[in-house]
């Protein structure tokens, strides 16, 4: 592909310079690849509020949930 080849091309129609804006933007958005935000440690505030790991499931788990750990 050339450096004077468009990209692309309007077939039909004619649209305005708005539309056509609104065209390349998405264009450009689309082809970007999504990157994933960084994920950060939670802070020990946030941990004493999570359920311990020693969480009871199975039959008897609605009354074993009230007894003392």
Not at 27 to 51: D, N, Q
Request: charge should be positive; glycine fraction near 8%.
């Amino acid at each position: 592909m050339s450096a004077e080849e468009p990209l692309f091309r309007v077939v039909r129609g004619a649209p305005t310079a708005e539309e056509l804006a609104a065209l390349v933007g998405a264009i450009v958005v689309r082809s970007r690849p999504a990157a994933a935000p960084p994920r950060t440690a939670a802070s020990a505030w946030a941990r004493s509020g999570r359920p311990a790991a020693t969480a009871v499931a199975g039959p008897g788990a609605w009354r074993a949930s009230g007894l003392p750990r």
